[in-house]
């Protein structure tokens, strides 16, 4: 079957560096997608990842191991405003969504 | 770029009644559209997919008479929710994406609907 597994919350302190572990198992995959939901809003996107190894965009890295199902999103210099839920999503034939870890940040 | 609006925000209806939930792409062709529905601090729950002029696949569970789904145009889809009832209370999402494989989708600000 399709399954997402990712923390359910995690704490971090403002300015540390926090990451968030997804692994999943599918019966096919097409790159791995993670994205950042404000509580009551739409998710936006952060990263696409369909190579193994690190893509880094500005403070969010995200980190690809296709042969061990296993991705990371690397967040530094945390700021208040990246309290919030953090997708991991894989696609298929299709786009499955983990259930998100929510992330809060103490200042 | 790749701005997807979703109206309306939020919305309250009777039971029984019906509501139109529209998704527009506004800097893009949407070849396909999403629809999510999501509850509470779950996550999202992929409905239905949909390709511009042709009829939506919809998801195991799903029951498409119930939840209709129009894609008239390359720019506009919209979920129809008939016969609400407050089981049907969530907050239902859409994204496009401008091609026909899946790809990076772009989400609209979402609907929360409450049915009385």
């Known amino acids: 079957g399709q399954n997402i597994d990712q923390p359910t919350e995690m704490t971090a302190t403002e300015g540390a560096i926090v990451q968030i572990n997804c692994t999943y198992q599918t019966s096919g995959f097409n790159g791995l997608f993670w994205y950042q939901q404000h509580a009551g809003e739409a998710p936006t996107f952060l990263s696409y990842n369909v190579l193994d190894g690190l893509e880094e965009k500005g403070r969010f890295s995200s980190f690809l191991s296709r042969s061990k199902g296993y991705s990371y999103l690397l967040l530094k210099e945390l700021q208040m405003k990246d309290s919030a839920s953090y997708l991991c999503a894989v696609r298929d034939d299709k786009i499955i969504f983990g259930k998100g870890t929510r992330l809060h940040i103490l200042p | 770029g790749a701005v997807v609006s979703q109206h309306p925000s939020w919305v309250i209806c009777k039971s029984g009644t019906s509501v139109k939930i529209e998704c527009r792409s506004l800097d893009f062709q949407a070849t396909t559209m999403f629809w999510y529905r999501q509850f509470p601090k779950q996550s999202l729950m992929l409905m239905a997919t949909?390709?511009?002029?042709?009829?939506?696949?919809?998801e195991q569970g799903v029951e498409k008479d119930k939840f209709l789904i129009n894609h008239a145009s390359l720019t506009l889809s919209t979920l129809t929710v008939t016969s609400a009832h407050p089981e049907d209370s969530s907050f239902y999402i859409c994204?496009?994406?401008?091609?026909?494989?899946?790809?990076?989708?772009?989400f609209g600000a979402g609907t929360r609907l409450s049915v009385l």
């Open positions: 949909s390709n511009e002029g042709s009829k939506a696949t919809y």
């Open positions: 994204s496009a994406s401008p091609g026909l494989q899946v790809d990076i989708q772009y």
